[in-house]
């Protein structure tokens, strides 16, 4: 059994990929070797609805599109994991920060002055 | 007049504002061993705040009794105060008050705050990537620049995106993982929240700054230190560092010449001391440093609990 977030990133990919809005059982149908019971695509959909990334609209049966492509949402994560604010600095531990090109060369230099195999 | 607690304890607020945390800012010996440093400013913080607030409440309270735990007692049941109240006894106590509720307000509203943004970070995550197929538990982000990065909490994240995972090799990327994994495992934001809500609440003093950068810093090196543990390998140290290096300088993620100093400084500091490791830390040395670190706590605790001295 699949987990939700598996689900949601599914349902996800077939919205974006679709060419226009799909009804539950739409998508249902598309995911047909899952097997899945309406009612779990609707769970799923709800839960996406609430986080914010489809939005139904108001026919019969409703009808559901992502409201941003995965283009979007990756570069709305990739702002705010880049950004130098504080805050957002304490959220994400990143690996390395952003280094300025006069540090740069300071590491590059570090790394070559103690290599004993010079590339 | 004054208790001498009282005075005691504003000594001991004020060195733990300024030449504390200055000196240990500026000390050569928390590279050498970046747990035991991370110790001291833990017990500086948590001592600054309770002397300080000490030193108002012991002021404060003084015409209810000897000491604090007496005064507290007297307030509580009703006891009328002994010695006369004047101004200067309201002033410290409203102080004490307002500190108190500043600083465990803003604590509270960082740890709500992040703690909102990481389930939104968690659920884009979710959505937008998908699980690296070469790493195990990472997901896999779809973008150029060479970004690693963890979102601690219940559900820890491991996120590594596609450019970090072209710039380097197997090795490399290994040492990246054992990294973050170290952050997730020893919960490094923890640490780091004190300091966060310090400088929130107090921007003023230069030290709160100061602490929250040198606290940043002493977590990456902590986690360096765990991974070079984990890692195979003939040179993990210099793999880290080649690590290190070609994440903060590879991309085009533009960032104006001296805007990231700091930040900057302390990623050369990182790559130096994995070059050419400085000598751990003599046991004698580190004992007295955990005791300092003990004392810093036990002293006004102490002040506190003890009947006063006056």
């Known amino acids: 059994m699949a987990s939700l977030g598996d689900l949601e990133r599914t349902v996800m990919e077939h919205l974006w990929g679709a ?3 799909l009804a539950a059982t739409d998508l249902r149908d598309a995911l047909a070797d899952r097997g899945l019971a309406l009612t779990t695509v609707h769970t799923v959909l709800g839960r996406l609805e609430q986080k914010g990334f489809v939005a139904h609209d108001e026919a019969r049966p409703r009808r559901f599109r992502p409201t941003a492509t995965r283009e979007q949402h990756a570069a709305e994560l990739m702002h705010e994991v880049l950004g130098q604010a504080g805050d957002r600095q304490a959220v994400l531990a990143r690996f390395v920060g952003s280094v300025d090109a006069e540090e740069a060369a300071l590491l590059r230099r570090l790394l070559a002055g103690t290599d004993p195999t010079p590339a | 007049m004054l208790p001498a ?4 304890l504003a000594v001991l607020a004020a060195l733990l504002a300024w030449p504390v945390p200055a000196l240990l800012g500026r000390a050569r010996w928390p590279a050498r061993d970046p747990l035991a440093a991370l110790i001291c400013w833990q017990a500086i913080g948590l001592a600054g705040g309770l002397s300080i607030v000490g030193a108002l409440l012991v002021h404060g309270l003084a015409p209810w009794g000897h000491s604090l735990p007496e005064a507290a007692w007297h307030v509580v049941t009703g006891v009328p105060a002994s010695g006369e109240v004047r101004g200067d006894h309201w002033v410290a106590l409203t102080l004490a008050g307002v500190l108190v509720v500043e600083l465990l307000g803003v604590l509270a509203l960082s740890w709500w705050r992040t703690a909102r943004t990481r389930r939104r970070h968690r659920e884009l995550l979710e959505v937008v990537v998908r699980p690296a197929a070469t790493v195990p538990d990472a997901r896999l982000l779809d973008t150029p620049a060479p970004v ?3 979102i601690p909490g219940a559900r820890p994240l491991l996120v590594l995106s596609a450019g970090m995972v072209a710039e380097l090799d197997d090795d490399q990327l290994a040492a990246v993982v054992a990294h973050e994994r170290a952050h997730l495992r020893e919960h490094h934001h923890l640490y780091l929240l004190p300091f966060l809500a310090w400088e929130a609440a107090l921007p003023v003093l230069p030290a709160a700054g100061r602490a929250h950068a040198a606290v940043r810093t002493l977590v990456e090196m902590r986690a360096d230190d765990v991974a ?7 040179d993990p140290r210099r793999t880290l560092a080649r690590a290190i290096v070609a994440a903060g300088t590879a991309g085009g993620t533009a960032v104006p010449s001296g805007a990231l100093a700091a930040a900057g400084s302390a990623v050369a500091a990182r790559v130096r001391r994995l ?12 004992a007295a440093v955990l005791t300092a670190a003990g004392l810093l706590l036990a002293v006004p605790t102490a002040l506190l609990l003890l009947p006063a001295l006056a």
């Open chain 2, 148 to 150: 690693a990065f963890c």
């Open chain 1, 19 to 21: 060419a226009g809005p």
């Open chain 2, 275 to 286: 070059l050419e490791p400085p000598a751990p830390l003599p046991d004698a040395v580190r």
């Open chain 2, 228 to 234: 070079l543990a984990a890692l195979p390998g003939r």
């Open chain 2, 5 to 8: 607690t009282a005075v005691a």
